[in-house]
């Protein structure tokens, strides 16, 4: 079975301080994985995906298939970094994204 | 240009009416895609259209659930005899193709609330 696994459902830090939104999956075969973003009043966007091995907005993630991670990091958290983040999956024999319950992300002040 | 665009953006209905929900695509992009955010379940996948066929639809929750697309754009999700647990926010999304490294673009999202 696909499953996507966000064990925190709010993660709060200080500004400036380091984060990482936790991701583990189930996936028989190899993985495609993303991260995707909501901040308020805003629709859902893409963040990054791990086939691109990139850095967007100081995030960044690795795929760690021994461990069946793609935790979401950065080194210094920034209030505008508040928002709902989704880990997903691209689902085979569906073309689908199959997302992880979210986390919340709150950068204090 | 334009992106995903859904109407209409909130919907209340009275439980066992009929609703249906619109989306619109980014023009060009030949995959389309529905899914459901909630409290209880989160983001879940009901159906997706390459062009104007839906080739599995096991994931739309009951047989209350249709989804049909037009001219290989328009899209509308049809709830008929809606219950209450129905209400969710009803995403759509579209990408240029099936491929994975094509992108989802979503919607902003109808919000249905059943009554």
């Known amino acids: 079975a696909q499953r996507v696994t966000q064990p925190e459902k709010l993660l709060s830090v200080f500004k400036g301080a380091p984060v990482e939104l936790k991701c583990n999956y189930s996936?028989?075969?190899?993985?495609?994985l993303f991260w995707y973003v909501q901040y308020s009043r805003q629709r859902l966007q893409l963040l990054l995906r791990?086939?691109s091995r990139e850095s967007i907005k100081g995030f960044t993630a690795d795929l760690n298939k021994g461990e069946t991670s793609f935790h979401l990091k950065k080194p210094f958290a920034q209030e505008e970094d508040s928002a709902m983040y989704y880990c997903?999956?691209?689902?085979?024999?569906?073309?689908?994204?199959?997302f992880g319950a979210g986390t919340i992300l709150r950068v204090k002040s | 240009g334009a992106g995903v665009s859904q109407s209409p953006s909130n919907k209340v209905t009275e439980k066992g009416k009929d609703v249906e929900l619109r989306c619109d695509p980014i023009?060009?992009?030949?995959?389309l895609y529905w899914y459901r955010q909630s409290l209880g379940q989160g983001l879940e996948f009901l159906i997706y259209?390459?062009?104007?066929?839906?080739?599995?639809k096991s994931g739309l929750p009951s047989d209350r659930f249709s989804a049909e697309r037009t001219g290989g754009s328009v899209s509308t999700l049809t709830i008929q005899r809606t219950q209450q647990e129905d209400s969710a926010v009803y995403l759509c999304?579209?990408?240029?193709?099936?491929?994975?490294?094509?992108?989802?673009?979503f919607g902003p999202g109808t919000r249905l609330t059943v009554l």
């Open positions: 259209f390459q062009g104007n066929s839906a080739p599995d």
């Open positions: 023009s060009g992009h030949t995959a």
């Open positions: 791990h086939i």
């Open positions: 996936y028989s075969g190899s993985p495609e």
């Open positions: 997903a999956l691209f689902g085979v024999g569906g073309n689908k994204l199959v």
């Open positions: 999304a579209s990408s240029l193709a099936l491929a994975v490294s094509d992108t989802q673009y």
